[in-house]
Every structure is written in structure tokens, then in C-alpha cells.
């Protein structure tokens, strides 16, 4: 991993969980969460710059993307990983 790389993924841990900001409690701490790229296989992860912090539950937890799946977890938080990913995007410009 390069450095730019180690940066950015600090930096939007620092923020929290994005889907906690979503939903109204930011500060959550956070791990990575990488999406899955448009065309690529199954359990080929994007690029690092394709990743969004998530807070362990929301990560990996039995209410989380993983402990839901994709299309469980979109339809009971009615968003999608690159809708929280535009909005880490827009926290992450206000910032500069």
C-alpha cells in the first residue's frame, strides 16, 4: 500500500461511520470497508479509493453490509455503498 494511499484511508476513518453520520450520530469510530467495483468478480476488492469507513456493526455486524448482504443492507438503510461514498466525498470537500 503507498503512502497516499495509507493517508487517505486514515483520514476517512478519522471521520467516523458514514452511515451513522447518515443517520444522525457522527463520530462512530470506523473501519474500511472497500466497495465492489462494477466488473469486477467476486471477492476482487476495488481500489483503495474505492472504500468507505463503517463502525463494526454497520462493517461487519449482523445489521452490517456483511452480516446482511448487499441487497439487505441497501433496502433496510435505503442507500447504497456509492451513495455513501458520494457523501464521505462531499464531508471530505467541505473539509478543504
Not at 465492489?36 to 449482523?62: F, K, Q, T, Y
Amino acid at each position: 500500500m503507498r503512502k497516499r494511499e495509507k493517508e487517505y484511508l486514515s483520514k476517512i476513518a478519522d471521520i467516523g461511520c458514514i452511515l451513522c453520520y447518515k443517520l444522525g450520530n457522527a463520530g462512530t469510530p470506523a473501519e474500511i470497508h472497500h466497495i465492489r467495483g462494477m466488473g469486477l468478480g467476486m471477492g476482487v476488492r476495488n481500489s483503495h479509493d474505492n472504500a468507505i469507513p463503517l463502525c463494526p456493526e454497520h462493517h461487519r455486524g449482523n445489521t452490517g453490509y456483511h452480516g446482511l448482504g448487499r441487497k439487505a443492507f441497501e433496502k433496510r438503510y435505503s442507500v447504497t455503498e456509492w451513495e455513501l461514498k458520494d457523501k464521505l466525498e462531499q464531508i471530505l470537500n467541505e473539509e478543504n
